[in-house]
């Protein structure tokens, strides 16, 4: 019983942050089937930001913010999709396979193009920035990398 109103309170708790990506046209990848099917189905063609979304502190306060402001970019990824690390644990960590040669991190953002990681925005490089220099490291990368 205590453990079903943990969950709830939880669900309740994040869905504001899942909010934040899906109102951008972010597609939820649920299960490591659904991640699958994104990222070698029409994710895999052009570009696709996977935004590993998280409730973990300043970080990701700021990550979505971030990603929402450089999605303004004249370039910008063909799909967009997102898991939620923490929450849909065997799908964070089927996307993160994607990741090659990055260790897990969450908030993270990756850029794929044609299936394979262009550039990867790890926790680290997302803590003690601005929005303006998070959303600088994106936009660069959607001009370099995206049509």
């Given at each position: 019983m205590a453990q079903n109103f943990y969950i709830q309170q939880m669900q309740m708790m994040v869905q504001p942050m899942r909010d934040e990506l899906t109102r951008l046209g972010f597609e939820e990848l649920l299960t490591p089937e659904d991640v699958v099917q994104a990222l070698?189905?029409?994710?895999s063609k052009g570009t696709a930001l996977v935004v590993v979304n998280s409730v973990c502190g300043c970080a990701a306060g700021l990550a979505r913010p971030a990603v929402a402001h450089s999605l303004q970019n004249e370039k910008k990824p063909d799909h967009l999709?997102?898991?939620?690390?923490?929450?849909?644990?065997?799908a964070t960590a089927k996307a993160r396979e994607y990741f090659e040669g990055y260790p897990?991190?969450?908030?993270?953002?990756?850029?794929?193009?044609?299936?394979?990681?262009?550039?990867?925005?790890q926790r680290h490089e997302i803590e003690d920035r601005t929005l303006e220099e998070i959303s600088a490291n994106l936009?660069?990368?959607y001009d370099k990398y995206c049509g």
């Open positions: 070698e189905g029409k994710g999709f997102t898991v939620f690390a923490g929450q849909e644990k065997e897990p991190s969450s908030p993270s953002f990756a850029l794929m193009k044609d299936g394979k990681i262009v550039h990867m925005v936009t660069s990368a």
